[in-house]
């Protein structure tokens, strides 16, 4: 295996001369200088993440080990990487596996640049990976481009000291014991300068993070404001979760400055002992043992309901991982070693190690937890689901006036007529999504009998 870490922040025009020392075309071989050993098939790798590098460079080792005849040069890149790939493709330089985003996949699809998976799978790998399939992440037109390994799966992270200072014994199963244990605890708290609830506002997802979890365990219709039943945009679906945090904001029980707070300040504070409670997912356990270490006991529950009803699933980000290219000419070769990378053995191997948490079902049925203190809070349940994707990115590149988390982050803040605010962000996001099925951006069409409710339990094996 041979390793390079590539920096691409400078002239992309660089790239296309280093390319030329790199072919994937499947003409080149290696052969062992004059000792007559075997030829070798090259396999080039490009991915984007470092965060895993180790673990990948291992396991590429543990695979040539095993397969004498393939070698495997993994390429870790840096900035730019998506204008990399559209560089290697046009050049006719493109590696033979590439780590690609769920965001990436349509467009490199219609680019030409992605083999489908479909006649490559067996019957067996199909059927392990049939609930965490969407369209537009890992799909087109319902043809198999990529398969997701980890996920994002979203909590209630609290203070338990805090919690038992207010005299609060178990998390909130309700938006309305959410806000009436955030009073408590701002109420204990003053002393100490700790307040009952924290989001980081200054981020376009601040609201997003809160009240997409509440709100996709609680209906059953949609996601990201998205009604899937309708096929219309409906912001409606929140509107008792920003009611929620404009009381907090309203009983001084929120931490001030959370208008400006970003994400790493918020967790400073969190571990400093001054927040009761916050939403965020899986990669908090990670921070709190390696960015910001903490001496308080804090723990994640499931996120409270609008009535205690859990009539949907937590919605799970789950994207993309690893994709064959379509140029390539060592196809055959190319998917062995990636479907060996999406073996149960070696996707357990990457939960154990604290590199994410597994979205497939047959790993999260024996995966072990990592060493990270509280991960245990974050491992899938019969609660957690993966939507179909929605045209929100899509719709908001043609909108027109103010985006919906700017409108609900002005309610939280300062009030004003929610309901009037919400007629107006349905009509202008409902307008903008008629533009982009004009113009063939998108062609999602209503699911009257979509139901939430039935993700329950697809990420767990039963």
């Given at each position: 295996?041979?390793?390079?870490k590539w920096l691409?922040?400078?002239?992309s025009?660089?790239l ?5 020392a790199?072919s994937?075309?499947?003409e080149e071989t ?8 075997a030829?070798k098939?090259?396999l080039v ?13 291992q396991k ?6 095993q ?5 495997i ?8 990487y998506t204008?990399?790939?559209d560089?290697?493709?046009?050049s006719?330089q ?9 965001g990436?996949?349509p467009?490199?699809?219609k680019?030409g640049?992605l ?9 067996e790998?199909?059927?392990?990976f ?5 369209e ?5 037109d319902?043809?198999?481009?990529t398969?997701?390994?980890i996920g994002?799966?979203?909590?209630l992270?609290y203070n338990?000291d805090?919690f038992?200072k ?6 909130p199963?309700?938006?309305d014991e959410m ?9 204990v708290?003053?002393?100490t300068g700790a307040?009952?609830f924290?989001?980081?506002?200054k981020s376009?997802?601040?609201?997003e993070?809160?009240a997409?979890?509440?709100t996709?365990?609680?209906k059953?219709v949609?996601n990201?404001?998205f009604?899937?039943q309708?096929?219309?945009?409906d912001?409606?679906?929140y509107?008792?979760?920003?009611e929620a945090?404009?009381q ?13 707070l ?9 571990a400093q002992g001054?927040?009761?409670?916050y939403f965020?997912h899986s990669v908090e356990?990670s921070v709190?043992k390696t960015?910001f270490?903490?001496?308080?006991r804090w723990?994640a529950a499931t996120p409270?309901?609008v009535d ?5 699933a937590i919605?799970?980000i789950?994207?993309?991982?690893l994709?064959?290219?379509k ?6 070769q190319a998917?062995?070693f ?7 053995e ?13 979205v497939?079902p ?5 995966a072990?937890?990592?060493?990270i203190?509280?991960i245990?809070?974050f491992?899938p349940?019969a609660?957690?689901g993966?939507?179909p994707a929605?045209p ?15 409108v ?5 803040f300062d009030?004003?007529?929610?309901d009037?605010?919400?007629?107006d962000l349905?009509?202008?996001y ?6 982009a099925?004009?113009?063939?951006d998108?062609a999602?069409?209503a699911q009257?009998?979509?139901?939430a409710?039935a993700?329950?339990g ?5």
């Amino acid at each position: 295996m041979r390793i390079k870490k590539w920096l691409l922040a400078g002239s992309s025009l660089l790239l296309v001369g280093s390319l030329a020392a790199c072919s994937s075309t499947g003409e080149e071989t290696e052969t062992a200088a004059g000792n007559g050993a075997a030829e070798k098939t090259k396999l080039v790798y490009w991915t984007i993440d470092r965060h895993d590098s180790d673990f990948i460079e291992q396991k590429i080792s543990d695979y040539e080990a095993q397969h004498t005849d393939i070698d495997i040069e993994l390429k870790v890149m840096a900035d730019n990487y998506t204008q990399s790939v559209d560089i290697a493709f046009a050049s006719n330089q493109a590696p033979d596996i590439l780590r690609v985003d769920a965001g990436n996949v349509p467009t490199w699809v219609k680019k030409g640049y992605l083999e489908p998976f479909d006649s490559h799978m067996t019957p067996e790998m199909k059927e392990n990976f049939k609930n965490v399939l969407i369209e537009e992440k890992n799909m087109v037109d319902g043809k198999v481009y990529t398969l997701p390994n980890i996920g994002q799966f979203w909590r209630l992270i609290y203070n338990v000291d805090l919690f038992e200072k207010a005299g609060i014994h178990e998390p909130p199963k309700t938006i309305d014991e959410m806000v009436a244990a955030a009073k408590k605890i701002t109420e204990v708290g003053k002393e100490t300068g700790a307040y009952g609830f924290a989001g980081n506002f200054k981020s376009a997802s601040g609201f997003e993070r809160i009240a997409y979890p509440i709100t996709t365990l609680s209906k059953n219709v949609g996601n990201e404001g998205f009604n899937f039943q309708t096929g219309q945009f409906d912001f409606g679906m929140y509107k008792e979760v920003a009611e929620a945090l404009h009381q907090i904001k309203t009983d001084g029980s929120m931490l001030p400055g959370s208008e400006s707070l970003d994400i790493d300040p918020l967790r400073a504070q969190f571990a400093q002992g001054k927040i009761g409670m916050y939403f965020n997912h899986s990669v908090e356990p990670s921070v709190f043992k390696t960015q910001f270490p903490t001496e308080i006991r804090w723990a994640a529950a499931t996120p409270p309901t609008v009535d205690g009803q859990k009539n949907g699933a937590i919605q799970v980000i789950a994207g993309s991982y690893l994709a064959m290219s379509k140029d390539s000419a060592q196809k055959e070769q190319a998917w062995k070693f990636i479907e060996w990378m999406y073996s149960d053995e070696i996707q357990t191997a990457y939960q154990e190690g604290g590199y994410g948490v597994s979205v497939i079902p047959s790993v999260a049925a024996v995966a072990k937890a990592p060493d990270i203190p509280g991960i245990e809070h974050f491992l899938p349940t019969a609660d957690d689901g993966i939507y179909p994707a929605t045209p929100l990115v899509i719709t908001e590149g043609r909108l027109e006036g103010t985006k919906k988390v700017d409108v609900f982050n002005r309610y939280i803040f300062d009030g004003g007529d929610l309901d009037k605010e919400i007629a107006d962000l349905n009509t202008r996001y409902n307008a903008a999504l008629d533009k982009a099925k004009a113009a063939g951006d998108t062609a999602i069409e209503a699911q009257p009998d979509f139901n939430a409710g039935a993700l329950q339990g697809s990420l767990v094996a039963k």
